[in-house]
C-alpha cells in the first residue's frame, strides 16, 4: 500500500480555510484514486473526498459539499484538499488513502470499503 505525507493542517478561525497536500515522493500516482479521511477525538474516521484515478472525478461528502475541493496533480505526485468557510466541527487530523483504480468513477464509498495503511496525517483545527 502506497505511503503518503500530509501536511497543511494548522489553527484556523471559524470561516477561515487552508490547503492541505497529500504526497507520495517517488510514486506515479496515475491510475490511484486518492481520498481525504478524517478522524476527531472520540470519532470513527470518515471519508471526506476522493478523485478518481482517471479522468479527476471529485467526490465528496455530504457534510463537506460546497466547501472543500479535492484535486490532484499527478506530476508532482500530489493531491491538494482546499478548505474554505472551515467550523468547529471540521476538527480532525486528516489522512490520506488511496487504491489503484484506474476507472473515471466516484470513489469515496470505494476507497471507504476498504483498508489502508495511514500515515501521520496533518492536524485541523478550528477555534476561536
Known amino acids: 500500500q502506497l505511503q503518503f505525507v500530509e501536511s497543511g493542517g494548522d489553527l484556523v478561525q471559524p470561516g477561515g480555510s487552508l490547503r492541505l497536500s497529500c504526497a507520495a515522493p517517488g510514486v506515479n500516482l496515475s491510475g490511484y484514486a486518492i481520498g481525504w479521511f478524517r478522524q476527531a477525538p472520540g470519532k470513527e474516521r470518515e471519508g471526506v473526498s476522493c478523485i478518481s484515478g482517471v479522468g479527476g472525478l471529485a467526490d465528496y461528502a455530504d457534510s463537506v459539499k460546497g466547501r472543500f475541493t479535492i484535486s490532484r496533480d499527478n506530476a508532482k505526485n500530489t493531491v491538494y484538499l482546499r478548505m474554505i468557510s472551515l467550523n468547529p466541527d471540521d476538527t480532525a487530523r486528516y489522512y490520506c488513502?488511496?487504491?489503484?483504480?484506474?476507472?473515471?468513477?466516484?470513489?469515496?464509498?470505494?476507497?471507504?470499503?476498504?483498508?489502508?495503511?495511514w500515515g501521520q496525517g496533518t492536524q485541523v483545527t478550528v477555534s476561536s
Open positions: 488513502a488511496a487504491r489503484y483504480t484506474p476507472y473515471f468513477v466516484a470513489c469515496l464509498k470505494l476507497l471507504s470499503r476498504h483498508s489502508h495503511t
